[in-house]
């Protein structure tokens, strides 16, 4: 199976500042297809989790230009500008390359 | 808008088994993968399989293989999920999803208790 680590496990970040979370993967994310199927979800607590990123960089429709993803291959990276309380949770990175499909452990936003 | 509804929360003995449904609704119930998630108290996020309900073609987490059976009806654009004997290990809140994660459900809650 394709392993999927993130780091940190958790980050403490002040309103209005800028964080990254890295995730980096077993085995090259590039799908014989050409695309990279590499994406960012966040959970909020008690709710179900959302998109924010998929394919690497595209951002899912209503999420804020706040949130970027980007790498390559094996390594890969969302940064979030001028965070909100609503950033707020467990965000996870998740491969659709390869079978069975993987999450990272999650990383948890919390506020300094 | 796309919407997943999930059947409410189960409490089951062990040894026993239970299905759990997503009915979905807002569009093509045949075009695209279901997939279920599991995810244990405190825990992350694990992969179970998904099923394509234009044909009933299915693909499993080896992991999951006998534990779970991924089935829809297109009549009613309802996916279901059945899990068998149940364990303690069992226990978590299940999810669907539409292919690509864009839409889940609201997730439900399987007690394995006796």
């Known amino acids: 199976d394709v392993v999927m680590t993130q780091t940190p496990v958790s980050l403490s970040v002040s309103l209005g500042g800028q964080t990254s979370i890295s995730c980096r993967s077993s085995?090259?994310?590039?799908?014989?297809?050409?695309?990279?199927?590499l994406y960012w979800y966040l959970q909020k607590p008690g709710q179900s989790p959302q998109l924010l990123i998929y394919?690497?960089?595209n951002r899912f429709s209503g999420v804020p230009d706040r949130f970027s993803g980007s790498g390559s291959g094996t390594d890969f990276t969302l940064k979030i500008s001028r965070v909100e309380p609503e950033d707020l949770g467990v965000y996870y990175c998740y491969q659709g390359t390869h079978y069975p499909r993987t999450f990272g452990g999650g990383t948890k936003l919390e506020l300094k | 808008q796309v919407q997943l509804q999930q059947s409410g929360a189960e409490l089951v003995k062990p040894g026993s088994s239970v299905k759990i449904s997503c009915k979905a609704s807002g569009y093509t119930f045949t075009s695209y993968d279901m997939h279920w998630i599991k995810q244990q108290p405190g825990n992350g996020l694990e992969w179970i399989g998904w099923?394509?309900?234009?044909?009933?073609?299915?693909k499993y987490n080896q992991k999951f293989n006998g534990k779970a059976t991924l089935t829809a009806d297109k009549s009613s654009s309802t996916a279901y999920m059945q899990l068998s004997s149940l364990t303690s290990e069992d226990s978590a809140v299940y999810f669907c999803?539409?292919?690509?994660?864009?839409?889940w459900g609201q997730g439900t809650l399987v007690t394995v208790s006796s």
């Open positions: 999803a539409r292919k690509g994660f864009a839409y």
């Open positions: 099923i394509y309900p234009g044909n009933g073609n299915t």
């Open positions: 394919k690497v960089s």
């Open positions: 085995q090259s994310l590039v799908h014989s297809d050409g695309n990279t199927y």
